[in-house]
């Protein structure tokens, strides 16, 4: 099953875990794709180095996230929490609240998996506490 192609994707997506590979705890996911939008790669690519100093464990470069027009793009696994238009301090504060638990609302984009109007309304109820316990996954 270490072969890519030997992958059972209906299993996973009934939610059943591989038989190979290491799960993990967490996982920081900074878009950089500049082939779907060069600001993914003008901004992704140096938040991601900038955080591999820290977070190099947790942290992983990776493809189109959604909303370029965000750049730098960044999610947070396995909650799926997006944050856009970060800066390395912005990130940086992002992952050490999530680390704690908490959820900050400064540049905040959403949850994976919610419609808007879900987002909205989470997004309102960040914005008006300034940081929430992590909802359960």
Known sequence: ???????????????????????????????VHGRRNRCCAHFGGPLARELAGTYADDLWET?????HKFAANMVLLPHGLYY????TDTAGAAIEAYRRGEVVARRFRGRAGQDAAKQEAENAEHESAGQLPLPRV
């Open 84 to 87: 856009g238009q970060c800066g």
């Open 1 to 31: 099953a270490d072969e890519p192609g030997a992958l059972d994707l209906a299993a996973l997506a009934a939610g059943k875990r591989p038989e190979s590979g290491t799960p993990v705890e967490r996982m920081y996911l900074v878009c």
């Open 63 to 67: 493809t189109h996230l959604g909303g």
